[in-house]
């Protein structure tokens, strides 16, 4: 009963069911009731989730290590780094809100990253479905979570308003945090937690 359960997906738009399907390469399946896309062909998804979960790891190390900003106003320098940023907001009594970011910028976004990157861990393993299983649905919750692309929006809002009187010097991290993004988005449009259902479901069936 739970192996055909597996063949079924629903749409997360419209919450039809539809029965799924192998795919030829390159291509989709939609939804034959608002064309929203269910998945894609599943046969280079994990190798790809695991080159772009790696790339997007690098580059968040690179954001909280270095500074993303200095801001010069009347001649005192500040250095914006995420770590200087969270301290600074615990130490001021801002404790919801610190707790907050420190979600949504450091915890969520590794969280997803080291997520994709045990999966791919598990994907060699023998003994692995169970806990596969558990992990995409953990990294459903968890991706909702990281908005690491809202903070370098809200930074760009913030330099609109400062350019008129103030010098900004941007960090190696600023073009990490963009780059970031960049690959964050694209991985988010390019691998689906579906496709990773679909993906260790039949490579446990393949193996029996």
């Known amino acids: 009963m739970s192996e055909d359960l597996d063949e079924l997906i629903i749409c997360s738009h419209c919450h039809k ?6 795919l030829p390469s390159k291509k989709v399946a939609r939804c034959s009731n608002c064309g929203t896309v269910l998945y894609a062909n599943v046969t280079d998804t994990m190798y790809k989730a695991i080159s772009f979960a790696t790339t997007a790891l690098i580059l968040f190390i690179v954001v909280n290590l270095f500074p993303i900003l200095e801001v010069s106003i009347a ?3 500040s250095v914006l780094t995420i770590p200087q ?3 600074l907001l615990f130490e001021n009594g801002f404790f919801v809100i610190g707790s907050i970011l420190l979600v949504v ?3 969520a976004p590794l969280t ?4 994709f990157i045990l ?3 598990l994907s060699n393993l023998r003994v692995y479905k169970r806990f596969a299983r558990k992990i995409i649905l953990f990294l459903i919750i968890s991706r909702s979570w990281a908005m690491v692309d809202i903070f370098g929006v809200s930074i760009l809002v913030a330099l609109v308003k400062l ?6 010097h941007f960090g190696v991290a600023f073009y990490a945090l963009s780059l970031f993004v960049a690959v964050d988005l694209f991985f988010l449009k390019t691998i689906r937690p579906t496709e990773l ?3 260790f479901n039949r490579k446990f069936t393949d193996e029996k």
């Open 17 to 22: 069911v539809h029965k799924r399907i192998q």
């Open 75 to 77: 001649g005192v320098s």
């Open 85 to 87: 940023m969270l301290k």
């Open 105 to 107: 910028l450091v915890v």
């Open 112 to 115: 997803v990253l080291i997520s």
């Open 119 to 121: 999966l791919g861990i």
């Open 163 to 168: 350019f008129g009187y103030a010098q900004i």
């Open 197 to 199: 259902w679909i993906y």
